[in-house]
C-alpha cells in the first residue's frame, strides 16, 4: 500500500487523454474563496513533481505565469482598454490604429512567454525599412508599456522588449521654406481661398498650426491702443493649443504677437465673413464651426499652393513657419529675435531645428578680417 501524500503535497494522477502524469497543488484562495492551483505535467512523476516545483517557486516569487493561450495580442488589447484612462481621445485612437496596424499584425499570435528580444530586433529591423525613427520608437514604446504593464499583473517574467534598441528608420520629409517671390505667389493665390486669414498669419507671424487651431476671437485684438504712450499695436495673444492639456507646447511658447498690416487687414475680413461670431469662437473653425485638424488645414492647403505655380506635395503648413524664419533671417535679424517670435526657450531649438532657414551671418566676422589685415598690408 503506497504511503500517502502530507498535506500540502498536492495530488499526483496519469491523465489518459493526454497521455501524461499531471501534478497539482493548492497555492491560496481568490478574494470570492475560488481555490487557486498549480498544476504540472510530464511524461514521468519525477517531470511533473519538478515542473510542479517551478511554478510553485514562481508564484511565491510573484511571478505567476499566465495559461499559455495568452498572446500578446491579448496583453496588448489589455493596456488599450486599461492603461490609457489618463490620455486624450485621440491619443487612444493614434495609439489603437499604432498597435493594431503595426505590432498586433505581426506579433500579435506570439504566447507572450515565448516573446523572446531576437523576435522584437527582428520586428523592428522589418519595420525600419518603411517607418520613420519617430514611429519606431513609438511603436517601441507602446509594446514595452504593454509588457510593463502584464508583468505587473504577474503574466510575464520579464520584459524583453525593454532589452532592444531601437534601429533608425527611415528618414523624414525635410522642412524647406519659401523664397520670398514664392511667398508673394502664395499669398496672392490665398485671397480666394477659405484658409486666406489662416496662411497670412502663420506665414506672417510663425505661428504653429496647433495654436492657430485653438485661437479664439477673444484672443484676437485688430485695433490695439495706438493713443497709448507707448502705442500698442493690433497683436494674437498665443495662449494655447489644441494639446490635450490646451497649453501650449512650452512656457515660453504662451505669448504675445505684434500683428502685421496685412495680418490686420486678412482677420478683418474673415471676422466679417464668419458674421461678427462672439468672443468664445473659434478663429479658424470648420463650416459646421467645430474645431480644424490637420487633416482639413492640409486639404485646403494644397489647391492653394497648386495655384501659386508649386508642387502640392512639396509643401505642407508647417513649412509656413519655417519660411517665417528664413524671412526674417534673410532680412538681418537676429537668432535671439527670432527665437522669441517662435517661442523657443534659447535660440539652441531655433538653430537645430531651423539651421536651413537662418543666414550664415558668421562669415561676417571672416570678411572684415580680411578687410583689417589687407588695409594693413
Not at 489518459?16 to 497539482?24: F, L, P, V
Not at 496583453?75 to 505590432?103: C, F, M, P
Not at 538681418?332 to 538653430?351: K, M, N
Amino acid at each position: 500500500m503506497s504511503q500517502r501524500r502530507a498535506r500540502g503535497d498536492g495530488g499526483l494522477h496519469w491523465d489518459e487523454t493526454r497521455q501524461r502524469w499531471i501534478a497539482g497543488v493548492t497555492v491560496g484562495y481568490t478574494p470570492a474563496g475560488k481555490r487557486i492551483m498549480r498544476r504540472g505535467s510530464g511524461k514521468t512523476k519525477t517531470e511533473a513533481r519538478a515542473k510542479l516545483r517551478e511554478k510553485i517557486r514562481d508564484y511565491e516569487d510573484g511571478l505567476a505565469l499566465v495559461q499559455d493561450g495568452h498572446t500578446v495580442a491579448d496583453a496588448l488589447n489589455d493596456w488599450l482598454a486599461y492603461g490609457l484612462s489618463r490620455q486624450s481621445e485621440n491619443t487612444k485612437a493614434n495609439y489603437t490604429t499604432l498597435v493594431r496596424s503595426h505590432i498586433i499584425g505581426d506579433l500579435g499570435a506570439r504566447k507572450l512567454r515565448d516573446l523572446s528580444a531576437t523576435d522584437v530586433d527582428r520586428w523592428l529591423m522589418g519595420k525600419a525599412q518603411h517607418l520613420s525613427t519617430r514611429t519606431l520608437r513609438l511603436l517601441h514604446s507602446l509594446l514595452n508599456r504593454t509588457v510593463n504593464r502584464a508583468m505587473a499583473r504577474d503574466k510575464v517574467k520579464r520584459n524583453v522588449v525593454a532589452l532592444c534598441a531601437v534601429p533608425s528608420g527611415r528618414g523624414g520629409r525635410p522642412s524647406k521654406s519659401l523664397t520670398l517671390d514664392h511667398a508673394k505667389s502664395l499669398l496672392t493665390a490665398a485671397e480666394s481661398s477659405s484658409l486666406h486669414a489662416y496662411i497670412v498669419l502663420s506665414l506672417l507671424t510663425g505661428a504653429r498650426t496647433e495654436e492657430l487651431r485653438a485661437l479664439t476671437w477673444d484672443h484676437v485684438d485688430l485695433n490695439g491702443k495706438p493713443d497709448n504712450d507707448p502705442p500698442v499695436p493690433p497683436s494674437i495673444q498665443v495662449w494655447r493649443s489644441v494639446r490635450a492639456d490646451g497649453d501650449t507646447k512650452t512656457r515660453k511658447s504662451r505669448r504675445t504677437l505684434a500683428l502685421p498690416a496685412r495680418c490686420v487687414t486678412a482677420l478683418t475680413t474673415h471676422h466679417e465673413r464668419q458674421g461678427k461670431p462672439s468672443a468664445d469662437r473659434l478663429v479658424f473653425a470648420s463650416t459646421a464651426g467645430t474645431a480644424l485638424d490637420r487633416h482639413n488645414v492640409l486639404r485646403a492647403f494644397r489647391p492653394v499652393v497648386a495655384r501659386a505655380g508649386l508642387d502640392p506635395c512639396d509643401w505642407t503648413p508647417r513649412d509656413l513657419r519655417h519660411s517665417f524664419v528664413s524671412l526674417l533671417s534673410d532680412s538681418g535679424v537676429s537668432i535671439e529675435q527670432i527665437a522669441d517670435l517662435c517661442g523657443h526657450s534659447g535660440t539652441t531649438v531655433t538653430e537645430s531645428v531651423y539651421r536651413h532657414q537662418l543666414r550664415p551671418v558668421l562669415l561676417a566676422g571672416a570678411v572684415a578680417m580680411d578687410k583689417i589685415f589687407d588695409d594693413e598690408a
